[in-house]
């Protein structure tokens, strides 16, 4: 066996060791010997977004919805990450029910208009839910399908009138340790963040999720608001969110900065770029509990199925260097 399959361990087993290790100090020492050829690409901004590229509208809304089976909701809310509550896979569904989610407010700032702290529901007044079933891809290799109810991203932030300088938007989410008992554990630089380019955010596959299977997002979920992307590995839909900044530059995402070798900027869906430690051409789609939990492996597509909606959206781009 060669080392790099060695290092392809089980999906159901990344979590963990990805915290027990301390990832800061390996990732310095890397860093400092030369050793990840792609970290440079964490500290300089993304190439910017080219000329939106006009998508058909029908081909639009085939990325609304999959006829593949959805995942059941005892599955989807008992096997998540969310560090906050814990690093188990089955911690949030337990630890999570001390977060309150009433009343709930969103700072959103930056290079906007009309900027300001806003309660829930004003953010969302007048926007009508819609459901999108979307394939969720971990980039741990695990996938599922899941009803999403929310509403597009783009329509919540042209009421605050980006200006041109707004290329890109940051998210942060709660970090309260009175709530968050996982906070008290340094497996990352709390509170969580992440981001997206632009004309990612604007995009219409990119939802504000307020529910999922139409009842209200349970807490391990990311209640009450909470971002998908659905091309992308499933880290990058920040849970929570508190904070919506509109940022000239690139901003400031937690994985990418725990370990830039392993989790880049855009973190697009790809199995023609494995992660360090283990392969991404395949996923294990969750499909039943215990020791049945995952069904056999299925190939993992380009953009997680979505290529057809987005794929323009990084024409000309190095997939490679800009995982």
């Keep these: 066996m060669s080392l790099r399959d060695a290092l392809r361990i089980p999906a159901r087993d990344v979590t963990d060791e990805a915290v027990?290790?301390?990832?800061?100090?390996?990732?310095?020492?890397?860093?400092?010997?030369?050793?990840?050829?792609?970290?440079?690409?964490?500290?300089?901004?993304?190439?910017?977004?080219?000329?939106?590229?006009?998508?058909?509208?029908?081909?639009?809304?085939?990325?609304?919805?999959?006829?593949?089976?959805?995942?059941?909701?005892?599955?989807?809310?008992?096997?998540?990450?969310?560090?906050e509550f814990g690093t188990g896979k089955g911690d949030p569904s337990k630890a999570a029910r001390t977060l309150r989610t009433r009343p709930w407010t969103v700072a959103?700032?930056?290079?906007?208009?009309?900027?300001?702290?806003?309660?829930?529901?004003?953010?969302?007044?007048?926007?009508?839910?819609?459901?999108?079933?979307?394939?969720?891809?971990?980039?741990?290799?695990?996938?599922m399908v899941i009803p999403w109810l929310g509403v597009p991203l783009g329509d919540v932030l042209k009421r605050f009138k980006p200006t041109s300088k707004a290329k890109y938007v940051a998210f942060t989410t709660?970090?309260?340790?009175?709530?968050?008992?996982?906070?008290?554990?340094?497996?990352?630089?709390?509170?969580?963040?992440?981001?997206?380019?632009?004309?990612?955010?604007?995009?219409?596959?990119?939802?504000?999720?307020t529910g999922l299977y139409g009842k209200p997002l349970p807490q391990q979920n990311g209640a009450p608001l909470r971002l998908i992307v659905p091309w992308k590995y499933g880290f990058k839909g920040v849970k929570s969110i508190v904070a919506i900044t509109l940022v000239e530059h690139l901003p400031f995402t937690s994985w990418n900065d725990q370990a830039p070798d392993e989790y880049g900027f855009f973190s697009n869906v790809n199995p023609n770029v494995d992660h360090p430690r283990w392969s991404q051409k395949t996923e294990r789609r969750i499909a039943g509990t215990g020791s049945k939990l995952f069904a056999d492996r299925i190939p993992t597509r380009l953009f997680n199925g979505y290529a057809e909606q987005v794929g323009s959206m990084y024409a000309g781009l190095d997939l490679r260097k800009w995982f």
Excluded at 109 to 136: N, S
């Design 174 to 209: 709660l970090a309260d340790r009175a709530q968050m008992p996982g906070l008290g554990y340094p497996a990352l630089d709390w509170p969580y963040r992440e981001g997206l380019r632009i004309d990612e955010a604007m995009h219409p596959l990119t939802l504000l999720a």
């Design 108 to 143: 959103v700032g930056g290079h906007c208009a009309k900027p300001g702290r806003i309660g829930l529901d004003d953010l969302l007044q007048g926007l009508t839910p819609q459901e999108r079933v979307y394939r969720h891809r971990c980039v741990e290799g695990w996938s």
């Design 20 to 83: 027990y290790r301390d990832r800061r100090r390996i990732v310095a020492g890397l860093a400092a010997s030369g050793a990840l050829g792609l970290s440079g690409c964490a500290k300089a901004d993304a190439p910017a977004a080219p000329p939106a590229a006009k998508i058909d509208p029908a081909r639009m809304r085939a990325g609304f919805t999959t006829a593949e089976p959805r995942t059941t909701w005892q599955d989807a809310t008992t096997y998540n990450n969310f560090y």
